[in-house]
């Protein structure tokens, strides 16, 4: 016990050394901790990958910063390793993306009140004003941008299904603008059912969708994953030419199909996992020079369509 | 079936008679529920996407039913799943430039899900019989680690299978032969063949041996550990074949494909009268609680009867009503 108050001691007035000296900066070892969840699904396998391309670039554009990345399957993991990264690796920031919002909060607390930077990234902690830096998508606009596609490209009275993701806050965000936006275009929402982000859900979902429904007109699948599932049920059904299809995030091989022109796929709605290294990127500019960096950076969500998706294209990521 | 026509004596309450049917008449009141909540639930297309998708789950399960009934457990089955569609999606991938699109690319794919599958349920079974380590923590431990691996094999994303492959792989889930799909198809013979084995087989009757008691079966002769070593094994090969109908649904597999595929085989083992603890195994009953659990899901997304979010409460009580339907008279199992 004794000890561990002592490290803490000790890291911390040598963070608040760190801290007095700015211009010295560029010449001091900087560690960064970057702690986010592990690659699980599709997105968050795009956003490990995105993680460990930018740490590359960005070691061997600063020699002087180093990192250490963990990755956790579990909310408790992901605490254990930013005590860890605090005890034994002496970070001088963190970059994290909570697994879950309030679990974080307190040792992300502890880590800012020992003096370090601390960027949170995605979802944000239960307590206001921890964070110096904090980097996220933008739900509202998710939800909102796909429902402005619906109501432009939809007659009053065509009807439409709907596929949810995993029940959390960050869904009814997205539901509740996608709703916001159509509201008053006569657009019929037949249904809405969780497909849990996960290809297999989404297509029998989907399957049921077909069987119940005579007539659906396009599909908000609200994720790229779940978008594969429904096309692949719409194809069995042998109803491609009825419906299109709207997914989300921006997975490779959906962007290839808009690049494609292909008429089931129309547009997709970013939610680009590469904003984790929008947030590495900005938290190493702080060590590496004095410009001001914090603040929030919120990542606008766009619409894909066949005229700009080159943009959108990263051909060597997983995702 | 002899023991489903029991006698209606007050006795005959005690015998498995009447529990037998518990699976059955949840099953049927299942249909009649879907029926009269959507004019579209019997159509064949419903049906057939019902009994397709049951049919993953429900070759997993016939094997499960013997890995039970002999005392054991299997938890790694998802995730060797995951694993097992991995391997096979890289291998026809690798393998594709020198063979090329057809039907031999196809048939080594199915060959490797099958020795995969086949070297996953050995490496249990050897773990449960010859390191003598719990079923449970053994299955623990592999369900980990095939998890993992099929994560790192897809480096986080998502294996896909080349498009042109999967164009002609594609008919073996979604065409069959009389207007049966083929997973049905596959599913009814695995059933067939697994009812044929646990009743009218030594090796059915050596599970059921094992289960009760393993030392009574050991000093009557019974190769305990072989028999046992073999339920892994054939759960293993049931696991690579519901691999080789799951692959060309959607060519690609992930870290999250097969999640919960465990769970669900164990309980339709159990929702279909299979001890847990072991010593009587109905795989007939397997294959009722294997429709019953995709029932349940097919008619929560028909009939918009509650909130979505209360869609795994509904799921909880069929499971537990289910069972309660065939223990509640029977104490004695």
Redesign the interface.
Known sequence: MERRTFLTASLAAAAVAGLATPIAAQDRKVTIGVSIP?????F???L??HAQETIKRITATYPNIDFVLATAGEVGKQVNDIEDMVTTRNIDALVVLPFESEPLTSPVKAVKDAGKWVTVVDRGLSQAGIEDLYVAGDNTAFGRVAGEYFKANLKPGQKIVVL?GI?TTLDNERVDAFKAAIDGSGIEIL????GNW???KA???M???L??HKQIDAVWAADD?MA??VL?AIA??GRQQEMWVVGGAGMK?IVKRIMDKDPQLPVDVTYPPALISTALEITALRFASDTPVYGRFIIGSTLITPENAAQFYFPN??? | MSETTAPGSARALHMPGLSALGPLLALVLLVALGAFL?D??L?A??IT?VLA?SAFIGMIAVGMTFVITSGGLDLSVGSMAAFIAGVMILAMNALLPSMGVGVPLILVGIAVALAVGLLAGLGNGLLVTKARIEPFIVTLGTMGIFRSLV?WL?????I?LDFAVRQLYRPVY?SGLFGIAWPILAFAAVAIAGQIAMRHTRFGRYCEAIGSNDKVARYSAVNVDRVRLMTYVLLGLLVGLATIMYVP??G?A????G?LWELEAIAAVIIGGTALKGGYGRVWGTVVGVIILSLI??IL??A?LVS??L?GTIQGVIIVLAVVLQRGKSTSA
Do not use: C
Not at chain 1, 38 to 42: E, I, L, P, R, V
Not at chain 2, 154 to 158: E, I, K
Not at chain 2, 254 to 257: F, I, L, M, V, Y
């Open positions: 592990s690659a699980t699904h599709g968050m396998g795009g490990n990958w949810r029940p249904d809405m059912q969780h996960n290809r297999d297509f029998s979902v399957q049921d969708y069987s119940k994953d594969i599932g692949e069995q059904a091989e990521s997983p995702f | 959507n579209n639930f159509s297309g419903n996407n998708r994560t897809a480096d986080g994303g998502t896909s979604y649904r959607l690609s992930s870290g999250s494909t999640l899901d097919n997304n028909l918009n979505p979010y869609n």
